[in-house]
Structure formats: structure tokens, C-alpha cells
T-cell receptor, first 114, second 112 residues
Framework: EAQVTQNPRYLITVTGKKLTVTCSQN?????MSWYRQDPGLGLRQIYY???????DKGDVPEGYKVSRKEKRNFPLILESPSPNQTSLYFC?????????????FGSGTQLSVL | RKEVEQDPGPFNVPEGATVAFNCTYS??????FFWYRQDCRKEPKLLMS?????NEDGRFTAQLNRASQYISLLIRDSKLSDSATYLC???WGGGGADGLTFGKGTHLIIQP
């Protein structure tokens, strides 16, 4: 089944403890992206990747890192999480770029930083 | 500044009614437009793309008005299962901060 898989689904952590949220897609998509969603603010893009080894900042990249060593994987890394990074995170992919293409989303990761 | 504006609602609509909502965008160079549906705390899913000539998919009709810079979504014969948040998405081309922008969504509640 074609899908974007995110893990974990829920994560509670403490300030400063490094964490990684994994994202994997099995559709051979070139484009992958991370979003966070907060009440009243909608979906905001954190980072995106147009292809392997190519990553770029979105609207809210501060405090996050990403890597794209393989086409299928696009992990989101929080080196030193802070409470303001408590949010619902979504990974997404699409075949080639995002223009005129459907975005496929993972099922989300609810992160709480205490 | 590239912005996408939606009325957040909630819109409370009786089952069977027709409901429509708009989304305005700020940049006339916008290339493509979409409506996504999002259920509470779930991932957004593409409902339909919006074409210049307008398009229909069952009970759903999407229209684009480039001159006034808005897109619309019309739902006919609304069902309880249509209750969700509808996200307007505009793409200016390219990825990232210069590309896809999501509206904050319109919350629709269909009441029995």
C-alpha cells in the first residue's frame, strides 16, 4: 500500500533531550516536507527536500534539522527540544515538487515537550 | 506577502443543505489551487484540485476566480460525514516558503 509512515504517533519528552521523528515513503517520491500544525496558526512548513541530499528551509526552521540521505526517508531532528515545539507534526511527500501535485501526508506525530 | 485567508467558522449546517465557502489569496502569480479535507487531529487529505474552468466531483464543486483572487468550495446535499476542516492550499511554484501555502482552514459541522 502506498503510504507515508511517521513514527512515533505520540511522543512526550523533556526540554533539551534530543529526539528524532522518522518519516518514510514507499512511492519513490522526490519531494518530501515537514509541517507543524498549531491551533489558530494552521500548517506551517519547517523544511522541505526536492530530492536526495537537497534540503531547504521552510517558514519555521528554527530549532529543527533534517537530512535526506535516501529518497524514501526524511527524518526530523530536534537537537534540543523546547516547550514551544509542542505541536502536531506532519510529514508529506509528492512525486516531483509540490506544484500541481497531490501531497501525501503521514498520520502525524503529536509531540509534547515538558 | 503571500497569504491565504479563510473564514475559520465553525459553520453549523443542517444535514442535506448546501454550503459554500471561499478562500482568498494574495498573490496573483499563483499557479495551482487545491482543497484538502482534515478530520480532527488526522492528516490532511486531498479533496480536489481546482481548475480554471471549475470542476465538480460528485456533491463537491470547486471554482477559481483569478480576477478576484479567490477559490470556492460548494458542497451539495451535505452529509454528517462531511463534518471536517477544509483547507485551502495555494501553490506559487517551487517548494518551501515560496511554494505551497495552506490556509488555516474552515471548520464545518453538519448537524442532524
Amino acid at each position: 500500500e502506498a503510504q507515508v509512515t511517521q513514527n512515533p504517533r505520540y511522543l512526550i519528552t523533556v526540554t533539551g533531550k534530543k529526539l528524532t521523528v522518522t518519516c518514510s515513503q514507499n512511492m519513490n517520491h522526490e519531494y518530501m516536507s515537514w509541517y507543524r500544525q498549531d491551533p489558530g496558526l494552521g500548517l506551517r512548513q519547517i523544511y522541505y527536500s526536492m530530492n536526495v541530499e537537497v534540503t531547504d528551509k521552510g517558514d519555521v526552521p528554527e530549532g529543527y534539522k533534517v537530512s535526506r540521505k535516501e529518497k524514501r526517508n526524511f527524518p526530523l531532528i530536534l537537537e534540543s527540544p523546547s516547550p514551544n515545539q509542542t505541536s502536531l507534526y506532519f510529514c508529506a511527500s509528492s512525486p516531483a515538487g509540490a506544484a500541481n501535485e497531490k501531497l501525501f501526508f503521514g498520520s502525524g506525530t503529536q509531540l509534547s515537550v515538558l | 506577502r503571500k497569504e491565504v485567508e479563510q473564514d475559520p467558522g465553525p459553520f453549523n449546517v443542517p444535514e442535506g443543505a448546501t454550503v459554500a465557502f471561499n478562500c482568498t489569496y494574495s498573490n496573483s502569480a499563483s499557479q495551482s489551487f487545491f482543497w484538502y479535507r482534515q478530520d480532527c487531529r488526522k492528516e490532511p487529505k486531498l479533496l480536489m484540485s481546482v481548475y480554471s474552468s471549475g470542476n465538480e466531483d460528485g456533491r463537491f464543486t470547486a471554482q477559481l476566480n483569478r480576477a478576484s483572487q479567490y477559490i470556492s468550495l460548494l458542497i451539495r446535499d451535505s452529509k454528517l460525514s462531511d463534518s471536517a476542516t477544509y483547507l485551502c492550499v495555494v501553490n506559487w511554484g517551487g517548494g518551501g516558503a515560496d511554494g505551497l501555502t495552506f490556509g488555516k482552514g474552515t471548520h464545518l459541522i453538519i448537524q442532524p
